[in-house]
Antibody, heavy 117, light 112 residues
Framework: QIQLVQSGPELKKPGESVKISCKAS????????MHWVKQAPGKGLKWMGW????????TYADDFKGRFVFSLEASASTANLQISNLKNEDTATYFC??????????WGQGVMVTVSS | DIVMTQGALPNPVPSGESASITCRSS???????????LNWFLQRPGQSPQLLTY???TRASGVSERFSGSGSGTYFTLKISRVRAEDAGVYYC?????????FGSGTKLEIK
């Protein structure tokens, strides 16, 4: 069955970096895009952007340009999100979601990133 | 950016009744291919979002027929028939007509 399994929770200090992963199984990884979605505590969903898993080309929403990097380990069917120079407002749960065209049809379980001094 | 505005529900909704959630976009979601790019999701407490409908009214695989999406242009509705306890959570509409894809702020459904 199709699954997206994300890495575990992270506790970081301001200014540090974090890399979270999303491992896909049950389908051909490069046939579908991977989207990233942020959810701050008690808040709604915010689309961060997506990565073309065939070409590796990322597309970022404006609020996520600069400190955010989407990358791939295609041989391991894994998409990664790296956030550098962490700020308190980066505290959130980060979801990966498979993109079948414009359908976000399968989601990871989410990774809670806490930024606190 | 396209702004998505969701309406509220008169919570709690009695089990077995119907509930309708509205979603309005600041720009038409009709694309040049004729499709209307509006998704609906349900996020149950402590869980990841689940795709309910796409292209306004097409139910995702495995989704109950009790969920039906409708609308056109800039005004959309998700109707939940015969609500059950398992339908409780927050519902989000999302436009995927153009970048950046944007979500509504969410509509909470509580069941009595």
């Amino acid at each position: 069955q199709i699954q997206l399994v994300q890495s575990g929770p992270e506790l970081k200090k301001p200014g540090e970096s974090v890399k979270i992963s999303c491992k896909a199984s049950g389908y051909t990884f490069t046939d579908y895009a991977m989207h990233w979605v942020k959810q701050a505590p008690g808040k709604g969903l915010k689309w961060m952007g997506w990565i073309n898993t065939y070409t590796g080309k990322p597309t970022y929403a404006d609020d996520f340009k600069g400190r955010f990097v989407f990358s791939l380990e295609a041989s391991a069917s894994t998409a990664n999100l790296q956030i550098s120079n962490l700020k308190n407002e980066d505290t959130a749960t980060y979801f990966c979601a498979r993109g079948a065209g414009t359908l976000f049809d399968y989601w990871g379980q989410g990774v809670m990133v806490t930024v606190s001094s | 950016d396209i702004v998505m505005t969701q309406g509220a529900l008169p919570n709690p909704v009695p089990s077995g009744e119907s509930a309708s959630i509205t979603c309005r976009s600041s720009k038409s979601l009709v694309y040049k291919d004729g499709k209307t790019y509006l998704n609906w999701f349900l996020q149950r407490p402590g869980q990841s979002p689940q795709l309910l409908t796409y292209w306004t009214s097409t139910r995702a695989s495995g989704v109950s027929e009790r969920f039906s999406g409708s609308g056109s242009g800039t005004y959309f509705t998700l109707k939940i028939s015969r609500v059950r306890a398992e339908d409780a959570g927050v519902y989000y509409c999302q436009q995927v007509r153009e970048y950046p894809f944007t979500f509504g702020s969410g509509t909470k459904l509580e069941i009595k």
